[in-house]
């Protein structure tokens, strides 16, 4: 599925917009970090806990769980909420 | 030499002539990210350690091994064990403190974190693991205390201290939590708290209300600790286990708050601070708006002011735990960053200041370092 980067991740992924698998939320990032070693622990904590300020969204709607199902033809974006100076 | 700079927006490398006169600046490294600490390995001289986090993205370490030309991030970053299902188990925030180990184990670093918590590499800082048993256990994380509870920018484990003389000998100290010492490479650990104070009415006895902010040890005398705490400046000379107040023989004006202690390379009965104003709601800054060091060369009997060259009025600022530093040069050069981003360079141990960066963002850590 096709899944948007926020710019904080591109040193990473390079780019906006990738390509990962994924049945869950969770798997996604899984693969993501496969691709991308690195990437999972900076937006989920070693608890499994999405980090305070990153949001996930499915479709343009905001999701709140890992194990949120996913479908092939989903939209998953990865978006951070920066505040202060 | 080197100096390396962190602060709240990236790092930067400053590096020195022969004669310490003129300072190359380099960066930023990082921009944007948090750097809390950058430390180079003084076993080779060349690998860079940076303890890295955004205001967003999860916390990390980045290594270089060619003085900054290139970064690799690690592998494994300091985390917390998981916790068993049904239990909340913590989440590191920041890498706060980065030490190298003894010389007889190249390639092994410690690293402090907020929330407290002690982790080990043993291949230059790629992978980390807890170290010891202190991060989960209940008498620790009693002292410890609760995450919320703890100092606005997250409680922290820092001044972690690896005697030179052997490498199974540990300190650490805990913002909030105390100081702690092993002396079987951290199979064991046990307070060292004696002597030390905490604030008026509260029980001593309480190893979470003990706030040293920064303990250093004397590299010409291992038995000798000076300690800067958030209730006074404190020395302790091994095998005793009792910290002595050396701070009440400051100017009472001044006081005897700070973050920041050093010592000197060869000479354990001169230490310097920082300090900063610590009455009523806590302004954390300069005393009066006119920033000075204190020296003592003489095990804290005495106490000097060295302020020539550093602003006469009106200065506000203040300086980090991580933010003070000492070369190791014939005549000593320490160094200061500020919390408005001034980068101060205080000739012949302190005699005279002088600003050699500014316009930086607000400075976290300086550490001096000499190159091959």
């Known amino acids: 599925m096709k899944v948007l980067i926020s710019s904080p991740l591109y040193d990473y992924t390079k780019v906006s917009e990738v390509e990962a698998h994924g049945a869950t939320l969770s798997e996604v990032l899984t693969d993501l970090d496969r691709q991308f070693p690195g990437l999972r622990f900076r937006v989920i904590d070693e608890q499994d806990r999405m980090r305070p300020h990153m949001r996930f969204f499915v479709n343009g709607e905001q999701v709140f769980e890992l194990r949120h199902a996913l479908q092939s033809n989903d939209a998953v974006q990865l978006v951070q909420a920066l505040s202060g100076g | 030499?080197?100096?390396?700079?962190?602060?709240?927006?990236?790092?930067?490398?400053?590096?020195?002539?022969?004669?310490?006169?003129?300072?190359?600046?380099?960066?930023?490294?990082?921009?944007?990210?948090?750097?809390?600490?950058?430390?180079?390995?003084?076993?080779?001289?060349?690998?860079?350690?940076?303890?890295?986090?955004?205001?967003?993205l999860g916390p990390t370490i980045f290594r270089s091994t060619n003085l900054g030309?290139?970064?690799?991030?690690?592998?494994?970053?300091?985390?917390?064990?998981?916790?068993?299902?049904?239990?909340?188990?913590?989440?590191?925030?920041?890498?706060?403190?980065?030490?190298?180990?003894?010389?007889k184990?190249?390639?092994?670093?410690?690293?402090?974190?907020?929330?407290?918590?002690?982790?080990?590499?043993?291949?230059?800082?790629?992978?980390?693991?807890?170290?010891?048993?202190?991060?989960?256990?209940?008498?620790?994380?009693?002292?410890?205390?609760?995450?919320?509870?703890?100092?606005?920018?997250?409680?922290?484990?820092?001044?972690?201290?690896?005697?030179?003389?052997?490498?199974?000998?540990?300190?650490?100290?805990?913002?909030?939590?105390?100081?702690?010492?092993?002396?079987?490479?951290?199979?064991?650990?046990?307070?060292?708290?004696?002597?030390?104070?905490?604030?008026?009415?509260?029980?001593?006895?309480?190893?979470?209300?003990?706030?040293?902010?920064?303990?250093?040890?004397?590299?010409?005398?291992?038995?000798?600790?000076?300690?800067?705490?958030?209730?006074?400046?404190?020395?302790?000379?091994?095998?005793?286990?009792?910290?002595?107040?050396?701070?009440?023989?400051?100017?009472?004006?001044?006081?005897?708050?700070?973050f920041s202690i050093i010592v000197h390379p060869r000479d354990a009965d001169t230490a310097w601070v920082f300090p900063m104003d610590g009455t009523m709601v806590w302004p954390r800054t300069s005393p009066g708006g006119k920033p000075a060091v204190y020296v003592t060369r003489n095990g804290g009997r005495r106490w000097e002011r060295l302020d020539v060259g550093l602003p006469a009025s009106q200065a506000w600022w203040t300086v980090k735990r991580q933010a003070m530093c000492a070369d190791r040069q014939k005549a000593v050069g320490l160094y200061f960053g500020t919390t408005s981003g001034e980068l101060w360079m205080g000739?012949?141990?302190?005699?005279?200041?002088?600003?050699?960066?500014?316009?930086?963002?607000?400075?976290?850590?300086?550490?001096?370092?000499?190159?091959?």
């Open chain 2, 105 to 258: 184990e190249p390639n092994a670093w410690y690293a402090g974190t907020s929330p407290q918590g002690l982790f080990r590499s043993e291949d230059g800082g790629d992978t980390w693991q807890p170290f010891s048993y202190i991060n989960e256990d209940p008498q620790y994380r009693s002292w410890m205390g609760p995450e919320e509870g703890g100092t606005p920018d997250g409680p922290k484990l820092h001044s972690i201290i690896v005697d030179p003389r052997d490498p199974a000998h540990l300190y650490f100290a805990m913002s909030s939590g105390g100081v702690h010492e092993s002396v079987d490479g951290g199979k064991t650990f046990a307070p060292l708290m004696k002597g030390m104070e905490v604030i008026a009415d509260f029980d001593p006895a309480n190893i979470d209300f003990h706030d040293p902010h920064c303990v250093r040890l004397c590299p010409s005398n291992p038995d000798r600790l000076y300690q800067q705490n958030h209730c006074g400046i404190y020395r302790i000379d091994r095998p005793s286990d009792t910290w002595v107040r050396i701070g009440r023989r400051m100017p009472k004006k001044v006081g005897d708050v700070g």
């Open chain 2, 69 to 103: 030309k290139t970064w690799k991030e690690a592998a494994q970053p300091p985390a917390f064990a998981k916790a068993p299902e049904g239990t909340t188990g913590r989440a590191v925030n920041h890498t706060f403190w980065l030490t190298p180990s003894h010389d």
């Open chain 2, 1 to 56: 030499m080197v100096l390396l700079v962190g602060t709240r927006k990236g790092a930067w490398l400053l590096h020195g002539d022969a004669a310490r006169k003129t300072w190359r600046i380099e960066g930023p490294h990082f921009l944007g990210h948090i750097i809390h600490h950058l430390a180079l390995d003084p076993r080779d001289r060349r690998t860079l350690l940076a303890a890295a986090s955004t205001g967003h």
């Open chain 2, 347 to 372: 000739r012949d141990e302190g005699k005279r200041w002088s600003c050699i960066a500014r316009h930086l963002p607000e400075i976290y850590a300086v550490e001096a370092a000499e190159l091959k």
